[in-house]
């Protein structure tokens, strides 16, 4: 069974960051890629950023050189650091992974970026 839980949304003014994290409850998470979505009010859910297990990231062109996707193996934890925010980037932010054909989300962190 895998079981995520999000944290670390909020209220910020544009320019601001946050920093978003995940606890993942997954045997063998180091071997998982693991995702951050997002889905802003009446718009499809998007991928923010992933990260293999071994490190490797992906970005949506929308946050590349904003933000950053990292990983605890050690802790079964992802991180969003998100810097220079922008009032697009209202959203809830879900974590996610995948495995045996699965899909698996946590429950959404809201990040709201008004001044």
């Known amino acids: 069974q895998v079981h995520l839980v999000e944290s670390g949304g909020g209220l910020v003014q544009p320019g601001g960051s946050l920093r978003l994290s995940c606890a993942a409850s997954?045997?063998?998470?180091?071997?998982?890629?693991m995702g951050w979505y997002r889905q802003a009010p009446g718009k499809q859910r998007e991928l923010v950023a992933r990260?293999?297990?071994?490190?490797?990231?992906a970005y949506v062109d929308s946050v590349k050189g904003r933000f950053t996707i990292s990983r605890d193996n050690a802790k079964n934890m992802v991180y969003l650091q998100m810097n220079s925010l922008k009032p697009e980037d209202t959203a809830v932010y879900y974590c996610?992974?995948?495995?045996?054909?699965?899909?698996?989300w946590g429950q959404g962190t809201q990040v709201t970026v008004s001044s």
């Open positions: 996610n992974t995948g495995t045996n054909g699965l899909l698996y």
């Open positions: 997954i045997n063998f998470f180091r071997i998982y890629t």
């Open positions: 990260i293999t297990g071994d490190g490797s990231t």
